[in-house]
């Protein structure tokens, strides 16, 4: 059964650091490509940044420069590395993926806060 798993929210200072990583199982293990979603109270998900099973990247607007998403094969494991954050930054954030066989994010984890004091 294909599942998602990520953990490394929590509370920083602005200007800190935080890694996200995302676990995958099941058949999306082999997926075309896996993606960061977040969503921030009252506003709707969207889309942070992206990478593709050929290792191509893309980003938002509003995160280049301070963040870089990144996977490990082996461990089937994407992570995104936030840097610089900002209050703004605040918001929950979801991992996805689609499968081998389409381009579509089918696939999403739980979610975890990610909480950015001024």
């Known amino acids: 059964q294909a599942q998602l798993v990520e953990s490394g929210g929590g509370l920083v200072q602005a200007g800190g650091s935080l890694t996200l990583s995302c676990v995958a199982s099941?058949?999306?293990?082999?997926?075309?490509?896996m993606a960061w979603y977040r969503q921030a109270p009252g506003k709707q998900r969207e889309l942070v940044a992206t990478?593709?099973?050929?290792?191509?990247?893309n980003y938002a607007d509003s995160v280049k420069g301070r963040f870089t998403i990144s996977g490990d094969n082996a461990k089937n494991t994407v992570y995104l590395q936030m840097n610089s954050l900002k209050p703004e930054d605040t918001a929950v954030y979801y991992c996805?993926?689609?499968?081998?066989?389409?381009?579509?994010?089918?696939?999403w984890g739980q979610g975890t806060q990610v909480t950015v004091s001024s």
């Open positions: 099941g058949n999306i293990i082999s997926s075309n490509a």
């Open positions: 990478i593709t099973s050929r290792g191509s990247t």
């Open positions: 996805a993926a689609t499968t081998q066989d389409s381009w579509s994010y089918d696939y």
